[in-house]
């Protein structure tokens, strides 16, 4: 398996860096799982990260700091832990069986389990989904989609970062063909038409940080289905 589109930079070493949401962290960790090429960057934007946090000299502080610290936090809101979780992280991918749901990377069995038990959502002919990471406000989502062999999605742009790992099939769209462990990063720039390729279903993982905007009245009714 080789795999040919990757994250871009600013992407991994966001990951690295603990700035994306639990959705494109998701999507990440699910390429590195894939990825020796782009583990060894994030490790590198790790390693980086540790040696400037090291570097940073030491400032002295107020003796009243402590205090004034806790009476600010007084009356401040309660973090939302479970809204900003740590990011997920990957194992190496085990190779793909020639079965009809291919194993999918460990970083996702605590969202799905075993995929071949899984309550897939129709969302049009041909076109399935299982919710992984639900859009809260302002914040990002991950889920998977089952794409029946052929199927062309809806033509969309997006209002922010739209990123998708193909876990088994394949699909080919205006930047070139996708295959297991390709990533597709869009930007807000960016329209495509992603259509699965024949053969087998196409599943993916797909995850935004803002809603997609659908061009053509039928795929706008179908965004709030596809919870877009
Ligand atoms: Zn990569």
Request: net charge negative; with cysteine.
């Amino acid at each position: 398996m080789t795999v040919k589109h990757h994250p871009s930079e600013a992407v991994l070493f966001a990951y690295a860096a603990g700035g994306l949401g639990e959705g494109l962290s998701l999507l990440v960790a699910a390429h590195l799982s894939f990825c020796p090429s782009c583990r060894r960057s994030v490790a590198e934007a790790e390693a980086v990260g540790g040696v400037m946090m090291e570097e940073i000299a030491p400032v002295a502080v107020r003796p009243d700091s402590l205090d004034r610290v806790l009476a600010n936090l007084d009356g401040a809101p309660v973090p939302n832990r479970a809204a900003t979780p740590a990011p997920p992280r990957p194992t190496p991918a085990s190779a793909a069986r020639s079965t009809d749901t291919p194993p999918l990377p460990s970083v996702l069995s605590a969202y799905v389990g075993d995929l071949s038990g899984a309550r897939w959502q129709w969302v049009a002919p041909g076109v399935r989904q299982l919710d992984l990471v639900h859009r809260a406000q302002g914040r990002d989502s991950a889920k998977l989609l089952r794409i029946a062999p052929g199927r062309v999605l809806p033509h969309h742009g997006h209002a922010g970062l739209e990123m998708t790992v193909v876990l088994s099939g394949s699909f080919t769209d205006e930047q070139g063909r996708f295959t297991r462990g390709d990533l597709a990063e869009l930007d807000s720039d960016a329209q495509h038409q992603p259509i699965a390729d024949s053969g087998e279903d196409c599943i993916c993982l797909i995850g935004t940080d803002a809603p997609l905007r659908f061009s053509g009245l039928v795929p706008r009714m179908m965004a709030p289905m596809l919870g877009f």
